[in-house]
Every structure is written in C-alpha cells, then in structure tokens.
C-alpha cells in the first residue's frame, strides 16, 4: 500500500532532476559562442525548455515519434508517418534515430535552418498572443453601422 502512495513523489523526483538536467544544458548554450549574438538567450532557452518538458518524453527523457504525433495533434496539426519521419531527420540532421534529445531540439530552434517543426512550434506561440475572438452572436447592426 505504501508503494501506491509514493507514486507522486517518485515523479516530482524524477521531474525535478530532468529540470535540472536541462538547466545544465541550458547553461551549455548559454556560454558557447556560437550563440552569443542571439537576443535573449536566457529567456528563448527557458521558453523551450517549457515546450520541450510538454511533450511527451521517453524514459530517457528523448522526444520519440508517438510523443511528436500527439504533440503536433495537440496543437491541430496531425501528420503521416512518412512527415513525422522527415521531421524527425531534419531535426537529427539526417540520422536515422526515432528519437531526439533536448540539445538537438534546441539546435533546431537556434539554428539558421528552419525546419517544420521549429515552424510549427514557433506559429503555435504567435497564436497564443493574439487576442481571444469573442464568442456567440454577434452583436446587432444598426443603420449607422453601414457602410
């Protein structure tokens, strides 16, 4: 019964030290040079390290192409096999892994190159800013609303 009862706590545990594990690979990219030009680093790298904790990740922390199709589900962009498989090429730079690691998905969203899923993720984030339509009817016309 108790082993029931830890089930919580074993996961915050296990969350707590993959946060950790991505803070160290953050500060990686925050001290190479080769993204030192980049604006805002610090902020662009804890934003990802958000999106990347939302997918649904492998035991070794890896996104793998379930947990990329129910993401891209999620956000209303379902795709085939065959598209998730390019996607996941682009992203390992051709390799032939069903997975990929949280420094290749910050390559991806760093690097020059734009790959569809960077795409989608980054559109994703603009539909978030806009303005919520209102729902319902709408309002009444009235002669001086004419054009």
């Known amino acids: 019964m108790d082993k029931h009862l830890q089930g919580g706590k074993a996961f915050g545990f296990l969350k707590s030290q993959q946060d950790e594990k991505l803070n160290s690979i953050n500060e990686v990219f925050l001290t190479d040079p080769k993204y030192a030009e980049e604006e805002d680093l610090s902020s662009k790298l804890e934003m990802f390290k958000n999106k990347y904790m939302e997918f649904d990740l ?9 947990g990329l199709k129910r993401m891209l589900e999620k956000l209303g962009v379902a795709k085939t ?3 998730l ?6 992203v390992v730079g051709g390799a032939a892994r069903d997975t990929f690691c949280y420094t290749d998905f910050l390559n991806m969203m760093l690097g020059k190159r734009n790959s569809i899923l960077r795409l989608i993720l980054m559109f994703e984030e603009k539909g978030k ?3 919520p339509k209102e729902s ?5 016309k009235t002669f001086s609303d004419l054009p």
């Open 81 to 83: 096999h065959l598209e």
């Open 129 to 131: 800013d806009q303005e």
């Open 85 to 90: 498989k390019k996607m996941m090429s682009d």
């Open 136 to 140: 319902g009817p709408p309002q009444r």
């Open 58 to 66: 492998n035991d070794q922390g890896d996104i793998d192409m379930m």
